[in-house]
Every structure is written in C-alpha cells, then in structure tokens.
C-alpha cells in the first residue's frame, strides 16, 4: 500500500524565513509527485508537478526536489510571506494505481509577520 | 481558460438522503477524478471518468457513483447518506488520462449530513 507522510503536521516561521517541507512516499514506483497547496476550507491549488525523471522543478520562491530512490520530497520556501500561510500537500501517482493520487496529510504552515 | 467549477459550495442534506455534486472540467481537459476529503486529512480517491467511462475506483461503496458527460462535466451522486459522508468532496480534470499529466483541482463541495 502506497503510504505518503508529510513533516511536520505543523509549522510556524517567521516572516522572512527559508522553509523546508517534506514529503516521504514507501513505493518508489511512481510515475510524478505533485505538491498542492489549500487554503482553509478551500480546493486544492496546484503549486508544482515533478515527473519521476525529474529532479527538481521550480516556480518563483519555491523550489521542489525529488529523490525517487529514496521515497523523498522536498519543497524549499524562500523568503516566506504571510500570504504563504496555508496546508501544504503532496500527493504521487504510483505506476501500479492508475489514475489516482495518493495524498499525504499535509503540513499546515503559518507565517507570523 | 475558465478552470474546474464545482456547485454548489455547501450542502446540508439529512442522513438516508441522497445527494448529487457536479463539476465542470477545466477547457480542454477529458478526463476527471473525485476525492473525498474529511477534515484535517489528504484527500482520498474515490474514482475518475475517461471518455464518459469509470477509469479507476478507491474504496468507496457502491453507493458512491458518477457519470460523465459528453462535454466532459461530470456529477458525483450519493445514496443513502451516513454522518461520516460528510467531508470536502473534490472534483479534479486532467488533460489526459496519461501519466505525465498534473491534476487541475476544483474549490470543492462541503457536504453537512445532520
């Protein structure tokens, strides 16, 4: 079974501060990782798409890596703002699942000004 | 380019009822998937539609159903509703039904069983 954790569950940083959210998955079979970002009772937002070939994938202050071998994910902040205030999940497609995204539980980041 | 639209926002509907949510496809895109998601939790696959047809399914009862439209919109029914059916149902298109595409999520349906 395809398991997605995401730490921490929590986060509060400064603003201005460089963060690092991560994202560990049990199977390495994946086809990509996606990381959403969802704010308070809202839909999903994506925020960027890796494919398994990729390494890393980059859009404006944020930065995604992705290390297939080793299950893990990271998603770097910089300069963080109170606007980035929100949960941040990460979800993969597994080659054996088809269509579907297994999601993590997210990790809920607050930005303090 | 209009993105994925989901009516209504919030429904309140009384356990044993049955429910329909609907979701309109982001331009372009023929393919869309369905997740629940209960509070403080990731969002749980319940199935996707490809070409009008089911194209997976997660571990949802059969009285989770759906259908999609020659337009590619595409509704979520709910039979015989239980309290813990109440969640955020999200709708979600993707391009293609192909591996290398992302997913484009919609603002979602709160759904309130009483």
């Known amino acids: 079974k395809q398991e997605v954790t995401q730490i921490p569950a929590a986060l509060s940083v400064p603003e201005g501060e460089n963060l690092v959210l991560n994202c560990s998955f049990t199977?390495?079979?994946?086809?990509?990782l996606q990381w959403f970002r969802q704010d308070p009772g809202k839909g999903l937002t994506s925020l960027l798409l890796?494919?398994?070939?990729?390494r890393e994938q980059t859009s404006g202050r944020l930065n995604a890596s992705l290390d297939k071998s080793s299950g893990r994910s990271t998603l770097y902040i910089a300069a963080s703002q109170p606007g980035d205030s929100a949960t941040y999940l990460c979800?993969?497609?597994?080659?054996?699942?088809?269509?579907?995204?297994?999601f993590g539980e997210g990790t809920q980041l607050t930005v303090n000004p | 380019e209009t993105g994925v639209t989901q009516s209504p926002t919030h429904l309140i509907k009384t356990r044993g009822q049955q429910v329909t949510l609907r979701c309109s496809s982001q331009s372009g895109h023929n393919t869309v998937s369905w997740y629940q998601q209960a509070l403080g939790q990731g969002p749980q696959f319940i199935f996707q539609y490809y070409r009008e047809e089911e194209n997976g399914r997660g571990n949802f009862p059969p009285r989770f159903s759906g259908l999609q439209f020659p337009n590619y919109s595409s509704e979520l029914n709910v039979n015989a509703l239980e309290l813990d059916d109440s969640a955020l149902y999200l709708c979600?298109?993707?391009?293609?039904?192909?591996?290398?595409?992302?997913?484009?999520f919609g603002s979602g349906t709160r759904l309130t069983v009483v």
């Open positions: 199977d390495s079979a994946i086809y990509n």
């Open positions: 979600a298109s993707s391009l293609r039904a192909g591996r290398y595409y992302g997913y484009t």
């Open positions: 890796i494919q398994s070939s990729q």
């Open positions: 979800a993969v497609r597994k080659e054996t699942s088809g269509s579907r995204l297994t």
